[in-house]
């Protein structure tokens, strides 16, 4: 999963002085929710779920003696009914781990952007400095050139 590279990379690189970030321990739920989210989200799933209602309406409207759901299909409503109600929980299950997932990442970046201008403030002082110590080093030298050309006259 990408959320575990994240994790995995903030492990092996944080600094410790920006936050701590640790990979969430899931339960089983948890890693059943997002399995069932990952599969549900895919083409594969998508197309078995339209052989099936394809399978489902054909077979019925074929059958000669024994029309197990006859034309409205209502039993098959019923059944695409529950997935759906079943399926929605699920998915925000695991849509607002992922929130909170991002919500740390985020936190993260943030402090990570805190420190990093805080050190690019640190660096323009330290230039600043040295372009200071240049105009000195600048204003000697040719106050020393200006005092040998005295001299020599």
Not at 21 to 50: H, R
Not at 122 to 145: A, C, G, P, Y
Request: hydrophobic share 45%; net charge positive.
């Amino acid at each position: 999963m990408k959320l575990w590279n994240f994790f995995s990379f903030v492990k092996k690189y944080k600094d410790p002085s920006v936050t701590k970030i640790e990979a969430p321990k899931l339960n089983f739920g948890q890693k059943a929710a997002d399995v069932f989210t990952s599969w549900v989200g895919s083409w594969s799933f998508i197309i078995g779920i339209m052989i099936i209602i394809v399978a489902w309406a054909i077979l019925n409207t074929l059958a000669m003696i024994y029309h197990w759901d006859p034309y409205p299909f209502i039993l098959l409503n019923l059944a695409l009914s529950c997935i759906a109600a079943l399926q929605a929980p699920i998915i925000l299950m695991s849509q607002n781990r992922t929130a909170e997932i991002d919500r740390v990442r985020a936190e993260y970046d943030y402090q990570v952007n805190i420190k990093a201008e805080k050190e690019i403030q640190d660096m323009q002082r330290d230039f600043e400095q040295v372009k200071s110590m240049i105009k000195e080093l600048h204003e000697h030298h040719h106050n020393t050139i200006a005092n040998k050309s005295k001299q020599t006259r």
